[in-house]
């Protein structure tokens, strides 16, 4: 069964059990010391993740789990994330009432469901791996209990998530009576014999269907600005890159590991439903005033560019998303970072919130302007060089589908429009003066210590993009393009 393989997902989840017995005993007062020690803990695990080098593809549990490249670069952007975000948690912690250590542990749980996800290579671990995320976040967004916008939130996740829970299991259910199989390589034998039944291609749209919620795509995005104003802000933060992040890779291990020749067939779906998704969240994110709502409406847009890449069925767009995604990780979770200690200030995510944090906090104000600045893609941050790459090998395909050029043209028109809004924050925080009576914001060591680290890896992608493109070039060497 070659068990030895899923080495990092039982160590983060030997951590997150660790975790919760620890804090059975420990007193009240020492229970914040939980979430830094499962941050430091998945930062091990992280770093004993590079001594793991997987040249070829690797197989357990009958060929269900798969470790390679495309897997390992996943699961490492996963641990990052996963650390960052425990970091934020223990910021939030007074904010919590009663749980706290169940709180990192469900955060960890979460993070193996998306380790999982990244070698998935059976729609059964599909299905599996998406529902401990899932499930997770049903628990995670509604945390705060006497919060009527969390509990709000978190029934609505669980609304809508089990309607495209359910969608993802009757369409696995038609591939397998269709393909006899639920394994990618057993469906890509057979795709040639079985693509034009019309029972598989709507199992494989169904399959679709459930992805598409996962990562806030039109017309699936419905539920992502309620959930992310009303959520505790690490649970936000973890959404916003960790969830659309699973979600993303099991997106091309299906339609590139699978299914490739639908892929190839499907193009001007994907284009439509890219350009849509770009268009709507950011007209709709014109008018918010919630800084959450507002990035809610922005990740959407943001599912639209990652959607170029798949829509461009290359390997140049494949390896675009998983840049995009390296520095779309980075600046979201510095936006976060900066949203979770303000709004311990002051309680309330309003724009008007952040008026004058410049004087308030000149590391806070500028790392919250640099972020908008990442997400707009102006240069040279990572934002721009990722938008760059998605837009490259669009072009690039334009010459066997002039349906390309429109959305090269749609994608330039909602970078202009997302212009005014992530522009219209950077306004607010340095061309204003702070209310009377708002003091200095203070900022603990371990925020620094990430917020740093953000600014850094914004600055690295966008200054030097080398390393990071060559390494994205060599995970998706695994699909059938």
Known sequence: MNVSLTILELAVVSLGIAILLVDLWLPEQHRRLLGYTAAAGVGLILVASFLISVPSAEYAFGKMYVMDPLALFFKRFFLLAGAIVLLLSVEFSDRIETGIGEYYTIILFALSGMMFAASANDLILVFVALELITVAFYVLTSFQRNNIKSLEAGVKYLILGALASAFMVYGIALIFGTANSTKFGDILAVAGSVSSNPL????????????????????????????????????????????????????????????????????????????????????????????????????????????????????????????????????????????????????????????????????????????????????????????????????????NEPGYYCLVIVALVGV???????????????????????????VSTPVRFMIYACIVGMLYLGLLPNAAVNLAIRAVQVFHL
């Open 200 to 399: 598989f291609l709507l199992g494989i749209l169904f399959v679709l269907v459930g992805l598409g919620f996962k990562i806030a795509a039109f017309p699936f995005q419905m539920w992502a600005p309620d959930v992310y104003q009303g959520s505790p802000t690490p649970t936000t933060a973890l959404l916003a890159v960790g969830s659309k992040a699973a979600g993303i890779v099991l997106l091309l291990r299906i339609l590139f590991s699978a299914v490739p020749q639908i892929a190839s067939q499907w193009t001007s779906l994907l284009i439509v439903i890219s350009g849509v998704t770009i268009l709507y969240g950011n007209l709709c994110a014109l008018p918010q005033r919630s800084l959450k709502r507002l990035l809610g409406y922005s990740s959407i847009a943001h599912a639209g560019y990652l959607l170029l890449g798949v829509a461009a069925v290359s390997m140049a767009g494949s390896s675009a998303i998983l840049y995009y995604l390296l520095g779309y990780l980075f600046t979201v979770l510095a936006a976060f970072t900066v949203i979770c200690i303000v709004m311990r200030e002051v309680d309330n995510d309003d724009i008007s919130s952040f008026e004058g944090l410049h004087a308030r906090s000149p590391l806070l104000a500028a790392t919250l302007s640099l972020a908008m600045i990442s997400l707009a893609g102006i240069p040279p941050l990572a934002g721009f060089f990722g938008k760059f790459l998605l837009l490259k090998a669009v072009i690039e395909q334009g010459a």
């Open 416 to 442: 202009v429009i997302s212009l005014y809004y992530y522009l219209g924050v950077v306004r607010t925080v340095y061309w204003t003066n702070p209310s009377p009576g708002q003091a200095s914001i203070l």
